[in-house]
């Protein structure tokens, strides 16, 4: 399995789910319905194995924060007579590596080896379950019916602590799916997973005063949405380990659905902030280090070595567009209006530099990320890319991966390495966005005339039937994809239209639709 080695930072693909149909094919009960052939893929897979890798500007640091892996394994199961997809699934693999942090990379190992076979044995059990109601559910055979995964996601890493949360999700029919947090921090010298007593210093004295913090927080945020009871919650929660983990801003617990309000009300998250807390913290923990990354909220203040940070942007009732605010040290600067706040990060840089990087969105996930330099206490914008997101990349001090949304020979979502350049900007280190693979059935495109293709750097044509997917593009001309049944890699050269034609692709001077049965757009 390939893994792309990235600086820190965890972020996984979420699955869209889909509701079941019924199908004339698939009246039939499933008696025995038993898992086919497993199919495995690395979310690393991509169409940059075809191109030479282009050289990086920038270089991984030594002696600077953890390195972090992460990859992603899909697998699906069948009916016996394959007609029913009976259930998809997805998890998450992590590793770290680093000079000086041995401890740690084997604590996470042995962690994320212990979670992958907790996860694919609970998998079996819900596939047992689908397997079942087979017998009498009726749904397409181009959808799942149910779906389980496991998502990651950095939250702060240094040379202090490692610290992630774990989203784990399963839909097994019904209105909706069900999901719940874990968080998991590290001590990044000794590898030790951390408990809130741990990190506290006084930890009677943290448990009094945040209690209060949080049952004041979670009344202002929520109001009348919360349990009557919540306030009883948030006092028991200290006879278990609570949900928490460190991030920019502070100890931030997790609240899933139904735990203080209604499944409408999704999780609740309240933060205890360092400048609130520290001290009742051991010192380690109170607050990031000179090298690392870690996530913040919009509307919050975030202390760094800049000064006090704190993007703004006001709730909008009315759902529409509210104007969005960088400011540091009370230097505030206009980011513009848009619909929605993303994510946001803090970045300090194993060379002394600082950024700040988040994306918002418009609407319909139309985004754009903003990168910010803050060294010198004065934000400076550095980059702003138009259809870049950071949901569903990584975040890191030596490398970004962030997401684009591609419309190449369909819809799709797709990544890019960069890194900071000496000039601030994020800089792309391949020519290729590359398309994770996901297994959908519906993402394969079948050839419906005499296809021209370039494959192993000879001009030939796909026969009619050939069925491909799309593994990347560099979004200027040039597709790559691979066949579905023989696993034989190739480009695909395109053009788009002039004027109000630039939605359409043409391939030697024919409609994209002439070739393929069906293209994937979204909308």
Not at 253 to 281: H, I, L, S
Not at 336 to 360: I, K, Q
Request: charged letters at 25%.
């Amino acid at each position: 399995m390939k893994y792309r080695k990235i600086s820190i930072g965890l972020a996984l693909v979420c699955t869209l789910l889909t509701g079941c149909a019924g199908s004339e094919d698939q009246n039939a009960p499933v008696e025995e319905a038993t898992k086919t052939e497993v199919e495995e893929s690395s979310a690393e897979e991509s169409a940059q194995e075809q191109l030479s890798e282009t050289s990086q500007e920038g270089s991984f640091s030594e002696n600077a924060a953890p390195q972090v892996e992460t990859g992603t394994n899909y697998r699906d199961w069948y009916s016996e007579d394959g007609a029913c997809w009976l259930m998809h699934a997805e998890n998450v693999s992590v590793s770290v590596s680093g000079e000086s942090y041995e401890a740690l990379s084997d604590a996470v190992a042995g962690w994320n080896e212990e979670q992958v076979e907790e996860f694919w044995e609970s998998c079996e059990e819900f596939y047992g379950y689908a397997a079942e109601e087979a017998a009498y559910a009726e749904w397409d055979a181009d959808s799942y019916y149910y779906s389980v995964w496991r998502e990651a996601e950095l939250c702060r890493v240094d040379e202090s602590v490692l610290s992630l949360t774990i989203l784990s999700y399963a839909y097994t029919g019904g209105a909706h799916g069900n999901s719940g947090y874990t968080g998991v921090t590290f001590d990044a010298q000794s590898g030790e997973i951390l408990a809130l007593s741990d990190i506290l210093a006084d930890e009677d004295g943290f448990q009094s005063a945040a209690q209060q913090w949080i049952v004041e927080k979670l009344a202002a945020e929520h109001g009348d949405e919360l349990f009557e009871d919540y306030a009883e919650t948030v006092e028991a929660m200290w006879e278990t380990e609570p949900d928490w983990y460190l991030d920019a801003e502070g100890i931030t617990f997790v609240f899933d659905p139904y735990e203080v309000g209604p499944y409408a009300m999704g999780a609740a998250f309240v933060c205890c902030p360092y400048d609130e807390f520290d001290t009742y913290m051991k010192e380690d923990y109170a607050g990031m280090s000179d090298t690392g990354v870690g996530r913040f909220s919009v509307n919050m203040d975030v202390e760094t070595e800049a000064g006090t940070l704190r993007i703004e942007m006001p709730a909008d009732e009315d759902y529409g567009m509210a104007p969005v605010s960088l400011d540091l040290n009370g230097e505030a600067l206009d980011v513009g209006e848009f619909g929605s706040f993303g994510e946001a990060y803090l970045l300090h840089l194993s060379d002394g530099r600082s950024f700040v990087l988040f994306d918002v969105d418009y609407a319909s996930d139309d985004y754009v990320s903003f990168l910010y330099e803050i060294t010198d206490g004065s934000p400076v914008l550095r980059s702003r890319l138009e259809d870049v997101s950071l949901q569903g990349g990584t975040v890191g001090t030596e490398v970004q991966t962030l997401r684009i949304h591609l419309d190449v020979l369909g819809s799709y979502d797709a990544y890019m390495d960069y890194v900071i350049g000496e000039n601030g900007e994020l800089m792309q280190t391949e020519d290729v966005f590359e398309i994770r693979s996901d297994n959908y059935p519906w993402r394969v495109l079948t050839v419906a005339r005499e296809l021209p293709v370039t494959v192993d750097g000879q001009a030939t044509v796909l026969p009619v039937g050939t069925r491909i997917r799309i593994t990347g593009s560099d979004n200027a001309g040039t597709a790559y994809y691979r066949d579905e049944d023989s696993g034989e890699k190739g480009s695909i050269s395109y053009a788009r239209g002039d004027g109000e034609d630039t939605w359409e692709l043409y391939i030697d001077d024919v409609s994209e639709y002439e070739y393929f049965e069906m293209i994937p757009y979204a909308g």
